[in-house]
C-alpha cells in the first residue's frame, strides 16, 4: 500500500480548520401575567443570553415596542401567535458553529423598580435554526407594579391629622385596572400595612376610585413619630402580587 504525504497534509490542514458559523436568528418577547407585552419606554426589559455550559454572554439588551393587541392577546385562539409586528421584542442574531445551551434571563420592567423581577429559562439553540417562529421565545414575568402617588416619602404631617394615601395599581406592561376593563378592580385587594414607631397596627383596606383609577384611604395620625407604610395588591385570578414602601413623619 503505498502512502501519499500530500493527502495526509491536506486531511490535516482540514480538520484544523475551525467550523464555520451559522448566522442563528432569535426573537424574544415578555409578556406580563395575564396581560400584554413589555417593551417600549413603559416598560422595557433587560435581556441576557448565555451559555448555559461556559457563562459566555452571547447577547444583551432590551425589549422595545408596543404593548401589543388586546383582543389578540386577551381573545385569540389557543396556540396562535398572540404578537403582531408592533409588539414589543428584542431581536439578536447568533453566530454559532455547534449547538448551544442558552440560558436567557429577562428582567423588567426596568422603569419600575420596585415592581421588577426576573425570569430564566434553558433551551438548545441549534447552528443555522431561527427561534422566530410565532412569538419566539416567549416568557412571562409575573407582579403588579403598585406606586404611591401620596404621601410622599418622609412628609411631616400634624398630629391629629388625617394622611390620604393614594396608591395607583397596574399590570406589569403598564395596562391600566378599571372597573369594567381587562383587568377588572374588583378582583384587586389593596392593603396598607402600617407600622407606628416600630408597632405593627390593624391593615388599612384601599377603594378603587373609578375617576381618578387609583386606590385610596384615610390614615389617622394620632400619635407622634414615624409612620411607615407598606402597601399590598394581591390579583387572586392571575396570582399576581405588587408591593410598595413610603414613610411620614408627625409631630
Given at each position: ?58 447577547a ?44 436567557l ?6 422603569s ?21 417562529a ?16 401620596d ?26 385596572i ?38 385610596g384611604?384615610?390614615?389617622?395620625a ?19 402580587a ?10
Amino acid at each position: 500500500m503505498r502512502f501519499f504525504p500530500g493527502l495526509a497534509t491536506c486531511a490535516a490542514i482540514l480538520l484544523a480548520q475551525p467550523a464555520m458559523a451559522d448566522p442563528t436568528d432569535v426573537e424574544v418577547r415578555v409578556i406580563a401575567r395575564g396581560a400584554k407585552f413589555l417593551g417600549g419606554y413603559a416598560a422595557p426589559v433587560l435581556i441576557v443570553m448565555t451559555d448555559a455550559d461556559t457563562g459566555e454572554t452571547l447577547a444583551r439588551g432590551t425589549t422595545s415596542g408596543t404593548t401589543g393587541d388586546t383582543q389578540r392577546i386577551m381573545g385569540g385562539e389557543k396556540g396562535a401567535a398572540k404578537s403582531d409586528a408592533g409588539s414589543a421584542v428584542f431581536r439578536t442574531r447568533l453566530d454559532i458553529d455547534r449547538p448551544r445551551r442558552v440560558t436567557l434571563q429577562v428582567t423588567g420592567p426596568l422603569s419600575q423598580p420596585q415592581a421588577t423581577t426576573t425570569a430564566t429559562s434553558t433551551q438548545w439553540v441549534l447552528p443555522g435554526r431561527h427561534l422566530t417562529a410565532g412569538d419566539g421565545w416567549l416568557m412571562e414575568l409575573p407582579g403588579l407594579i403598585v406606586d404611591i402617588a401620596d404621601p410622599i416619602a418622609y412628609r411631616w404631617v400634624g398630629k391629629g391629622e388625617t394622611v390620604q394615601l393614594r396608591v395607583g395599581v397596574t399590570m406589569l406592561c403598564g395596562c391600566t385596572i378599571s372597573e369594567g376593563g381587562p383587568w377588572r378592580a374588583g378582583d384587586t385587594e389593596v392593603e396598607a400595612h402600617v407600622t407606628v414607631n416600630g408597632v405593627a397596627s390593624q391593615p388599612v383596606t384601599l377603594r378603587f376610585d373609578a375617576k381618578s383609577g387609583t386606590y385610596g384611604a384615610a390614615v389617622p395620625a394620632t400619635v407622634s413619630g414615624l409612620y411607615e407604610v407598606e402597601v399590598r395588591a394581591w390579583m387572586a385570578p392571575t396570582n399576581n402580587a405588587g408591593v410598595a414602601r413610603t414613610a411620614f413623619f408627625v409631630r
